[in-house]
């Protein structure tokens, strides 16, 4: 939802910055990668060693070198098909990193923490599903995107709970990860239905 809302203005932003990176010799495909390391490190490192917040700081600070990555793209006036691969790939592993993370906090440090744990994992399992529909469905030529969370959605939802938690507030982290699977179950809902629409339509 943010990426069709906020997608101007952050370009706005990002554009410039890319460009500075492609101009210094960078590739938006090492970005990608230095995102991705960074962000996995610290989700790993710091959350299940109970430092919720140094986690939830630098885990988004890396995360939004993923921005970076699709600013320098345009500004070079190109993509690659390798690039987007790399892309989704990287994604894919930085949400597992973050949610199994989260999930070992609440085994390791949260008293009675089987019920969050468990969110941890369902979150984690939907994230994958969600992004595995789309790319299936493009993969097979229909067009479907959007959804009530997408990836932006889930990382605030995430981090906002481990933050607040890293804060002194109980139970901020369950709360937002319950929420986020419920969440994630309507988003996976609307992609299925936005896949039979478009299916209906190519048959059409």
């Not at 949400?95 to 019920?115: E, Q, S």
């Not at 936005?194 to 059409?204: H, I, P, Q």
Request: charged share 15%; hydrophobic share 55%.
């Amino acid at each position: 939802m943010l990426n069709i809302f906020a997608r101007a203005s952050v370009s706005r932003v990002t554009d410039p910055i890319g460009a500075a990176l492609n101009r210094v010799g960078l590739t938006p495909n090492v970005m990608t990668v230095l995102g991705t390391a960074g962000a996995m490190v610290c989700a790993l490192v710091f959350f299940p060693n109970d430092l919720l917040l140094a986690g939830t700081f630098t885990v988004w600070g890396f995360a939004m070198l993923d921005l970076l990555d699709g600013a320098m793209a345009r500004a070079r006036g190109y993509g690659t098909p390798f690039g987007a691969v790399l892309d989704a790939t990287c994604d894919r592993l930085v949400d597992g990193a973050l949610f199994a993370a989260i999930a070992w906090w609440c085994f390791v440090h949260l008293p009675g923490g089987r019920r969050a744990a468990a969110a941890a994992l369902i979150c984690l399992v939907l994230a994958q599903v969600i992004s595995y529909v789309k790319a299936r469905a493009d993969a097979s030529g229909l067009a479907v995107d959007g959804g009530l969370v997408e990836r932006a959605e889930r990382l605030i939802i995430a981090l906002v709970g481990t933050g607040l938690e890293g804060l002194g507030v109980p139970h901020a982290v369950e709360v937002s990860l319950w929420l986020l699977a419920a969440l994630s179950v309507i988003t996976l809902l609307q992609r299925i239905i936005a896949v039979a629409g478009a299916a209906r339509k190519d048959s059409s």
